[in-house]
């Protein structure tokens, strides 16, 4: 399979085109990089040939890295992996080295073919560490493409040179939102940035890389870093300038990640430490700090999550083998703010949106919502009024359920309350297609008990939005009793059309995502009425790498939105309910008006426009706090009350797949995401370890964490979710 072609043209410019055979993007693979390798070689001997251009054969230039190559080095190695992975990135290192030095004599620095990159479209991971290496890009005047370094954000960074070189190249600060958050950026914002060099018409690419190529000179290939006293901008480490700048680097990596991420900390360690030593030996230096990073549990649960099993369900990997269910025309039954969100985010993926309520003000105003996301994007550049106009126009707003006819899906996001959705429901029926899938946006009531006020239960299902919709990635598919796979089929195609990632479950009360969230925020609040100081709880919870801890969680959720989950769960649970404990903390709170953010009162103080403060000192007055506190178990203690329920969601069925547990769990409530997720996580201390925990808690607060068989006959098999010896969950 040949995925470089090479071609020599009369001009003598070596044409090495990437096109992977049989995918829509190209990625690096092991057999490609040895084509490369040997298409350079073979330019570089050709004495006809006069320079090279690097381009894609497809729509795009690369998407980045195949990492099973990465896991293959690993597993390749046998007994010394950190061995085998390192000699394999210094081998890409190597590669890159020889396109950047150009064949040329390295002392008259003379004698060099110059190599060009002419990317057509989004260039990420190392489809711009590559041309990075060359002696300069140009990239197509395409608005839709990405060019970016991601991969912070699946637990590792650039390790095939790219820390290195764009460290090097605009100094640490610039390089900084571009490594260390994964930002991407278009060909025009790139090249304002330094990071790409040209920016021209789609159809001018490959003519003026030739034309460049053909008139470059001896100097125009030696890269900075290769000339003798080049000074790095913004200033090396030890030098007066850039001395503030990597206490400052440092600061904001630990601010962001409170040491829970180990790439970031290896990233900026590998910019620091690079930037002391001649260029070839930093590259050197970031291969041994990017194979401590793929040495470290983290990286591969997060690959695993972040990557592999994230892209599976997007791509529909627990879809029924049904026909295509793709939607053309959505009702929306409710305006309030999830109905506005939903509406907004089925309108941009080109659907037809009727927006409904009882109140034509009420629906006006949903629609309003997303003026105001356009607006800002305008501002922002981000956006057209053309643009912003057309997408208002598919939201068509109304109070009459006639305009319903023909939409062939209906999602509801009325009040929860059982009445007011069967009402709307009987409503919606009366006038859709009898093909049509009717969806419930609720997010605690059972979707089995609310489909019985349905004439089609087997087309009725759950499809549990976050909020804000716009923003949250994940959307949850709840299965009621009696929902048939074609309904299943049209959810999980609906929201791979609003680009989300879906998770499918099935009822149960709260589903996945709350049944999880609920008792991490019910355990923060026992903590602090037991006299746990309120920082130490939610930070606890920011060294475990959640992205806020359980107060301030309860705080933006609102406590009075507890009250009433409290009320109906105690009201349905009636003396098996447990959390006693913790209504008298929410119950009190609600009294004394603090409900959180929306009250500007809560956990903590807030200014008049809403602004956190520092943590209310009247809660101490009535539960005091203690000295004693032990970080340990408070973090066992927080983790263990979302792992336990994800793992009897697992055992009761609820939960089909780990895999959506985990990404579930990330993307739903921003579970530490270097663990890969609670399964994951539970992987990486082990079953054994795990228990041990368990029985301990068990024995000082109670039945709350009692192991799950489950988990008790994985530590005794020595079993994991995701290792060889895999443990088997009949759902």
């Not at 206490?247 to 962001?256: K, L, T």
Request: proline fraction near 5%.
């Amino acid at each position: 399979m040949t995925e470089f072609h090479y071609d020599v043209d009369s001009d003598g410019v070596a044409v090495i085109t990437w096109d992977v055979p049989g995918k829509s993007m190209n990625v690096m693979s092991f057999e490609g990089l040895q084509e490369l390798d040997a298409a350079i070689d073979k330019a570089h001997s050709d004495a006809a040939v006069k320079g090279i251009v690097i381009t894609s054969g497809k729509a795009d230039f690369a998407g980045g890295m195949d990492l099973n190559v990465l896991a293959d080095m690993r597993n390749n190695a046998g007994d010394n992996p950190a061995q085998g992975l390192f000699d394999g990135i210094m081998s890409m290192h190597a590669l890159l080295r020889k396109i950047e030095l150009a064949g040329m004599d390295r002392k008259t620095q003379k004698g060099g073919k110059p190599t060009a990159a002419a990317l057509p479209g989004t260039a990420m991971g190392i489809g711009l560490e590559l041309p990075l290496a060359t002696h300069r890009i140009f990239a197509a005047d395409n608005p839709k493409a990405q060019i970016g370094l991601p991969e912070i954000k699946v637990g590792i960074f650039p390790g095939a040179g790219g820390t290195t070189r764009l460290s090097w190249k605009l100094g640490a600060m610039a390089a900084a939102p571009l490594l260390l958050e994964g930002k991407a950026n278009t060909p025009e914002k790139a090249r304002k940035a330094g990071v790409i060099d040209e920016v021209v018409p789609a159809d001018e690419l490959l003519a003026k890389a030739k034309a460049w190529v053909l008139g470059a000179k001896d100097a125009d290939l030696v890269k900075p870093w290769d000339t003798k006293g080049y000074k790095i901008p913004g200033g090396a480490p030890y030098s007066a300038p850039g001395f503030p700048t990597f206490v400052g680097a440092s600061v904001m990596v630990h601010a962001q990640t409170w040491g829970a991420f180990p790439a970031a900390k290896a990233l900026l360690s590998a910019v620091y430490e690079g930037m002391q030593v001649p260029f070839d030996t930093a590259l050197k230096i970031e291969a041994r700090h990017f194979v401590s990073v793929l040495m470290n549990p983290s990286s591969s649960a997060m690959i695993r999550s972040l990557f592999v099993n994230k892209g599976a369900l997007e791509k529909g990997a627990n879809r029924p083998d049904v026909p295509d269910e793709k939607v053309s025309k959505v009702g929306v039954l409710g305006a309030g703010m999830m109905g506005a969100g939903i509406a907004y985010v089925s309108a941009k993926a080109g659907i037809e949106v009727v927006l409904l309520d009882s109140a034509l003000e009420s629906a006006e105003k949903g629609k309003a919502y997303s003026a105001g996301i356009l607006d800002k994007a305008i501002k922002r550049g981000q956006s057209t009024e053309e643009k912003k106009q057309a997408l208002l126009s598919k939201i068509r707003t109304t109070t009459d359920y006639a305009d319903l006819e023909g939409c062939d899906l209906i999602v509801e996001a009325v009040f929860e309350d059982p009445k007011v959705k069967a009402d709307v429901t009987a409503k919606a029926e009366a006038v859709i297609p009898e093909t049509a899938i009717f969806a419930s946006n609720t997010s605690t009531l059972p979707i089995t008990s609310l489909a019985t006020a349905s004439k089609r239960p087997e087309q009725f299902i759950g499809i549990h939005f976050f909020s804000p919709v716009d923003k949250m990635l994940l959307v949850e598919i709840i299965k009621g009793a009696k929902t048939g796979e074609r309904a299943v089929a049209k959810a999980l195609d609906y929201v791979r059309q609003i680009r989300k990632t879906p998770i499918v479950v099935n009822d149960a009360r709260f589903f996945y995502a709350n049944r999880c969230i609920i008792p991490y925020i019910n355990e923060g609040m026992r903590l602090a009425a037991e006299g746990t100081p309120m920082p130490m709880v939610d930070h606890a919870a920011r060294l475990l790498g959640f992205p806020v801890g359980p107060l301030q969680l309860v705080d933006e959720t609102s406590l009075d939105l507890g009250k009433k989950i409290a009320v109906a769960t105690k009201a349905a649970m009636g003396n098996d309910y447990p959390d006693d404990a913790v209504d008298e903390v929410v119950f009190w709170m609600v009294d004394e008006g603090r409900l959180g953010r929306k009250s500007k009162a809560g956990f903590f103080e807030y200014d008049e426009a809403g602004k956190r403060g520092a943590y209310w000192q009247g809660f101490n007055e009535k539960f005091p706090a203690k000295e004693g506190a032990e970080l340990d178990e408070v973090q066992n203690r927080l983790m263990m009350a979302q792992v336990l329920e994800a793992v009897r969601a697992l055992e009761e069925g609820v939960l089909e797949d780990i895999r959506e547990g985990d990404v579930g769990a990330i993307l739903g409530w921003g579970f530490a995401p270097w663990s890969g997720g609670p399964f994951g996580w539970l992987d990486i201390i082990g079953a054994d370890k795990a228990v041990e925990i368990c029985d301990r808690l068990e024995g000082k607060f109670g039945a709350r964490f009692r192991c799950p068989q489950l988990l008790r006959d994985m530590a005794a098999k020595g079993q994991t979710f995701y290792g060889k010896n895999r443990v088997q969950v009949a759902a």
